[in-house]
């Protein structure tokens, strides 16, 4: 059965960098693409961007282009998001969801993880 | 970017009561809308995508309508696991975006 199993929870520190893992297992991981999306704190959701597992490709929604980086790790069928700089506005639950082949929404979605951004 | 605005905000409803959600689009997304299912401390769960096609496993009391800018998600006969918050996301174009989300609750 498909399963997109995230890291843990990360607490880190105001300035610092974390890298989030989604390691996809139940089916062949290039031939999905990868998304990340964004909760603050129980409201709604916010589109980060997506890449290709096949070739790497990315795309990013404007609003993250210079806070997230999306890369995979092919050998091991696992998705990072490195999310750099980080303000307490980048306190939330990332979720990395995998988009269906035959359209554009999301039939998968990991566990989810919270990053905490505190001193 | 297209913004998604989500009606109502929050909604009490009685078990077996119909109930409808609205999300209108800023633009035409030509049925590009998928709406997703979250409980309290789980992540989304695909109910409804292109508008109106039920995902499967989803029971069928679940159902979606609309086009152009105006689309609903409607529960008929309210059951009690149905409480959870209700998001619409339009991918007609990018970036994607979500609607604001409406929390049911049981009256």
């Known amino acids: 059965q498909v399963n997109l199993l995230q890291s843990r929870a990360a607490l880190v520190k105001p300035g610092a960098s974390v890298k989030l893992s989604c390691k996809a297992s139940?089916?062949?991981?290039?031939?999905?693409?990868i998304h990340w999306v964004k909760q603050s704190h129980g409201k709604s959701l916010e589109w980060i961007g997506y890449?290709?597992?096949?070739?790497?490709?990315?795309n990013y929604n404007e609003k993250f282009k210079s806070k997230a980086t999306l890369t995979v790790d092919k050998s091991t069928n696992t998705a990072y998001m490195e999310l750099s700089r980080l303000t307490s506005e980048d306190s939330a639950t990332y979720y990395c969801?995998?988009?269906?082949?035959?359209?554009?929404?999301?039939?998968?979605w990991g566990q989810g993880v919270m990053v905490t951004v505190s001193s | 970017d297209i913004q998604m605005t989500q009606s109502p905000a929050s909604l009490s409803a009685s078990l077996g009561e119909t109930v409808t959600i609205e999300c209108r689009a800023s633009?035409?997304?030509?049925?590009?809308l998928a709406w997703y299912q979250q409980k309290p401390g789980k992540s989304p769960q695909l109910l409804i995508y292109?508008?109106?096609s039920l995902h499967t496993g989803v029971p069928s009391r679940f159902s979606g309508s609309g086009s152009g800018t105006q689309y609903s998600l409607k529960i008929n006969s309210l059951q009690s696991e149905d409480v959870a918050s209700y998001f619409c996301?339009?991918?007609?174009?990018?970036?994607?975006?979500f609607g604001a989300g409406t929390k049911l609750e049981l009256k």
């Open positions: 969801t995998r988009r269906v082949t035959t359209g554009y929404y999301f039939d998968y």
């Open positions: 139940g089916y062949t991981f290039t031939d999905y693409y």
């Open positions: 890449i290709n597992p096949n070739s790497g490709y990315t």
């Open positions: 633009e035409d997304i030509y049925n590009g």
């Open positions: 292109n508008a109106n």
């Open positions: 996301q339009q991918y007609y174009n990018y970036p994607y975006t």
